[in-house]
């Protein structure tokens, strides 16, 4: 009986359609207000909390401004390769050793996967696809690259390219030892050293005559 008396108390033209309808209009009324006023929002804000970043944000990579998506832990070599899908950046020990994600910051070569995407706004990033003139002209780097056929599988050959073009810009002219040293920090899995100083030293030669 108790049944009864509810269900007869309920408004007839109420139907579950109806009060669907009306949970999304207001739905929509809330968020068309909160868009509307959160300029005016803004103003009494809490102060962001400590550690907090922007997600979304500009870098500059190969010339070009680049909107992107960023979490706070993201290193530069993921955001170029899944973000970017700048994939000649390569990811080899992931922890600073191999120099396989090797790429340019203002001219000066870092690994990628040990600098977090937030903290090269505002910098230059070049990487191996940003070599080549628009002509398609290939870095003299590259050319010499390509002439000597200086690496076997080839894995950590753009680590090594971005490695020597900015040892070069520094040190236009430089002895076999000069160029070991410069870049001792890239590691090549096939162990092919001889071949690939061979063709750095090439160019150096390509760059001097460029």
């Given at each position: 009986?108790?049944?009864?008396?509810?269900?007869?108390?309920?408004?007839?033209?109420?139907?579950?359609?109806?009060?669907?309808?009306?949970?999304?209009?207001?739905?929509?009324?809330?968020?068309?207000?909160?868009?509307?006023?959160?300029?005016?929002g803004?103003?009494?804000?809490?102060?962001?909390?400590?550690?907090?970043?922007e997600?979304?944000?500009?870098?500059?990579?190969?010339?070009?401004?680049?909107?992107?998506?960023?979490?706070?832990?993201?290193t530069?070599?993921?955001?170029?390769?899944?973000?970017?899908?700048?994939?000649?950046t390569?990811l080899?020990?992931?922890?600073?050793?191999?120099g396989?994600c090797?790429?340019l910051?203002?001219?000066?070569?870092?690994?990628?996967c040990?600098?977090?995407t937030?903290?090269?706004?505002?910098?230059?990033?070049?990487?191996?696809?940003?070599?080549?003139?628009?002509?398609?002209?290939?870095?003299?780097?590259?050319?010499?690259?390509?002439?000597?056929?200086?690496?076997?599988?080839?894995?950590?050959?753009?680590?090594?390219?971005m490695?020597?073009?900015?040892?070069?810009?520094?040190n236009?002219n430089?002895?076999?030892?000069?160029?070991?040293?410069?870049?001792?920090?890239?590691l090549?899995?096939?162990?092919?050293?001889?071949?690939i100083?061979?063709t750095?030293?090439?160019?150096?030669?390509n760059?001097?005559?460029?």
């Amino acid at each position: 009986m108790a049944d009864i008396e509810i269900t007869e108390a309920i408004d007839p033209g109420v139907s579950r359609r109806n009060f669907i309808k009306g949970v999304i209009a207001a739905g929509a009324a809330v968020g068309s207000a909160n868009y509307m006023f959160r300029g005016v929002g803004a103003l009494f804000a809490q102060p962001t909390s400590p550690g907090a970043v922007e997600r979304l944000i500009t870098l500059t990579v190969n010339g070009q401004q680049r909107r992107v998506d960023v979490m706070k832990q993201e290193t530069l070599a993921m955001t170029l390769r899944y973000k970017l899908g700048l994939t000649g950046t390569k990811l080899g020990c992931d922890r600073s050793e191999c120099g396989a994600c090797t790429v340019l910051l203002d001219g000066v070569p870092h690994y990628s996967c040990s600098i977090l995407t937030q903290s090269v706004r505002g910098r230059e990033v070049k990487t191996i696809e940003g070599l080549a003139a628009e002509d398609g002209t290939l870095h003299p780097v590259q050319q010499a690259v390509v002439d000597e056929q200086g690496f076997q599988c080839a894995f950590c050959m753009s680590g090594f390219v971005m490695s020597t073009v900015g040892f070069l810009e520094g040190n236009p002219n430089p002895t076999r030892a000069e160029l070991a040293h410069g870049l001792s920090g890239n590691l090549c899995r096939c162990a092919d050293y001889d071949k690939i100083l061979t063709t750095m030293e090439r160019a150096a030669e390509n760059m001097r005559q460029a």
